[in-house]
Nanobody, 123 residues
């Protein structure tokens, strides 16, 4: 069983930045690909970013490409999502996810979810 705990959400003005963190209860390096999803009010949960088991490969949704960066600190068992140039449409609950592969993350085939952290971007 893997427990994922997100932190770092909050209220920020458009154009600002936030860094989300996802702390895992066990080692994930080489075992799980990790990802971030988000769910805006009234919308379905959607893929945002993913990072491979080793951290050597990443994938992004078109809507965040060039503005968000996913990374992982394997020693700290933590995955980060650096969010820059935030827009009001980035407002959502952001969820951390762990699964078997990069492809699985993008497909939404997730084994473990975090509880989510709220990000609100004001205009």
């Amino acid at each position: 069983q893997v427990q994922l705990v997100e932190s770092g959400g909050g209220l920020v003005q458009a154009g600002g930045s936030l860094r989300l963190s996802c702390a895992a209860s066990v080692r994930t390096s080489g075992i799980y690909a990790m990802g971030w999803f988000r769910q805006a009010p009234g919308k379905e949960r959607e893929f945002a970013a993913a990072i491979s088991l080793s951290g050597s490969s990443t994938r992004y949704a078109d809507s965040v490409l060039g503005r968000f960066t996913i990374s992982r600190d394997n020693a700290q068992k933590t995955v980060y999502l650096q969010m820059n140039s935030l827009k009001p449409e980035d407002t959502a609950v952001y969820y951390c996810a762990a699964t078997t592969s990069l492809v699985a993350v993008q497909a939404g085939t997730v084994h473990y979810w975090g509880q989510g952290t709220q990000v609100t971007v004001s205009s």
